[in-house]
T-cell receptor, first 116, second 116 residues
Framework: DQQVKQNSPSLSVQEGRISILNCDYT??????FLWYKKYPAEGPTFLIS?????DKNEDGRFTVFLNKSAKHLSLHIVPSQPGDSAVYFC???????????????FGAGTILRVKS | DAGVIQSPRHEVTEMGQEVTLRCKPI?????LFWYRQTMMRGLELLIY????????DSGMPEDRFSAKMPNASFSTLKIQPSEPRDSAVYFC??????????????FGSGTRLTVV
């Protein structure tokens, strides 16, 4: 039972356009969400995060939107660049350290290809 | 800081052999995580430690898998006996416990395991 789902295995976008990566979750106890980016032969690296008390967080070209009622978050990349081509993982952390610790639950990832 | 260091980077072994993967977390980080990446399930948490103590090993596939953290600077993941279905990329990550800042984890570069 996957608690964090990324239903699009891959996405192809033209350079300069917007990339939108989506993520759905099922556990209402998740209170912190993160996006990681992974290049081939490297480990994932942190990209951007959002607390459940917010609905938007922006960092340069990257913006994460959170819709708690729909249990849905998305990552927008504007404008997309060829160097953004990578695997993007959505991750979530549960509220309450005693119950959930500080472990992250990851989705299966979405492969983004930005064409020049 | 050299980051999270994993060894070996690649491991090819025959079915039935014992495999040991190693991880050195970032100095000062008190949480350590072992993840496995597969095409079907993305990043799966196998086990994590807080202050060298195993907290949650519910993701360990079966008794063939074991993990230890004898001190704050070293952890091993052992598979004995290995099977072809264990072939995957294994990641180690570390973080500050109860980190709420949003940096999440720092991942190592992974060990690509192939069991033939």
């Amino acid at each position: 039972d996957q608690q964090v789902k990324q239903n699009s295995p891959s996405l192809s976008v033209q350079e300069g356009r917007i990339s939108i990566l989506n993520c759905d979750y099922t556990n209402s106890m998740f209170d912190y969400f993160l996006w990681y980016k992974k290049y081939p032969a490297e480990g994932p690296t942190f990209l951007i995060s959002i607390s459940s008390i917010k609905d938007k967080n922006e960092d340069g070209r990257f913006t994460v939107f959170l819709n708690k009622s729909a249990k849905h978050l998305s990552l927008h990349i504007v404008p997309s660049q060829p160097g953004d081509s990578a695997v993007y993982f959505c991750a979530a952390k549960g509220a309450g350290f005693m119950e959930y610790g500080n472990k992250l639950v990851f989705g299966a990832g979405t492969i983004l290809r930005v064409k020049s | 800081d050299a980051g999270v260091i994993q060894s070996p980077r690649h491991e090819v072994t025959e079915m039935g052999q014992e495999v040991t993967l190693r991880c050195k977390p970032i100095s000062g980080h008190n949480s350590l995580f072992w993840y496995r990446q597969t095409m079907m399930r993305g990043l799966e948490l196998l086990i994590y430690f807080n202050n060298n103590v195993p907290i949650d090993d519910s993701g360990m596939p079966e008794d063939r898998f074991s993990a230890k953290m004898p001190n704050a600077s070293f952890s091993t993941l052992k598979i004995q006996p290995s099977e072809p279905r264990d072939s995957a990329v294994y990641f180690c990550a570390s973080s500050l416990g109860q980190d709420r800042v949003g940096y999440g984890y720092t991942f190592g570069s992974g060990t690509r395991l192939t069991v033939v």
